[in-house]
């Protein structure tokens, strides 16, 4: 697609139930990311990807996170067990990034509104 | 770890008028990047301008720019001819360029910027 979809646009649930986030890159990049965002802050990073291998996840909260990106491309942000703290923005983004493409921008999905009840 | 700070959580200017948003950071890194992004209503991430940090001359984008000072840390937006659809929330970002593949991107706050008519 044109640029970072992302979906669902919205989620609310109740406490206590599993979410699952999804994000599809810019076809053919190599980087993807996951941020979360709080009413009136900045994007915090939580975790990323080059291909299908996790390179950082220290900033997922706690072990109720996890992400995939199984094949390289679509990238699932799963949040076990839900809590009321987990309200945020969540967004995505990907890079062109690889050995030999420099300094590439991080483009950015319209983001998941998740609000726990 | 980087910190960025910014200082104005608002600032409003005339529209045609010229406005500066501050940022500072912190970072023991010799070489990296800078970024502005601004975030419209509707929610979007859109990247403005960036900065490597190696690079002494000014990054300019039409009517944004930069004054990048290194010794200082401070990295701040110029948007000149002020026009109402700047109105929206900046965010300063700050890129390691150390590491190769990582890549994550640390923000700032924000500064809400209102446009007057």
């Known amino acids: 697609g044109a640029g970072v979809s992302q979906s669902p646009r919205y989620k609310v649930t109740k406490r206590g139930q599993d979410v699952a986030l999804r994000c599809d890159p810019i076809s053919g990049h190599v980087s993807l990311y996951w941020y979360r965002q709080a009413l009136g802050q900045g994007p915090e990073f939580l975790t990323y990807f080059n291909y299908e291998a996790q390179q950082d996840k220290s900033g997922l909260p706690n072990d109720r996170f996890s992400a995939e990106r199984p094949e390289g491309s679509i990238s699932t942000l799963t949040i076990q067990r839900t809590e009321q703290r ?16 420099g300094n590439q921008p991080q483009h950015f999905g319209d983001g998941t509104r998740l609000s726990i009840l | 770890a980087q910190t960025v700070t910014q200082s104005q959580p608002e600032m409003s200017v005339q529209e045609a008028e010229t406005v500066t948003l501050s940022c500072t950071y912190d970072t023991s890194e010799s070489d990296y990047y800078l970024f502005w992004y601004k975030q419209p209503p509707s929610r979007q991430m859109i990247l403005v ?22 010794a200082a840390k401070s990295f701040s937006l110029k948007i000149s001819d002020s026009q109402l659809g700047d109105a929206a929330m900046y965010f300063c970002a ?24």
């Open chain 1, 86 to 101: 987990d309200s945020a923005m969540y967004r995505c983004a990907s890079s062109r990034n690889g050995r030999g493409f």
């Open chain 2, 49 to 70: 301008i960036r900065q490597e940090a190696y690079k002494q001359q000014n990054a300019t984008e039409n009517r944004f720019s930069v004054n990048f000072q290194k």
């Open chain 2, 94 to 117: 700050y890129r390691s360029r150390t590491n190769f593949g990582n890549e994550k991107l640390t923000f700032g706050t924000g500064t809400r910027l209102t446009i007057i008519p």
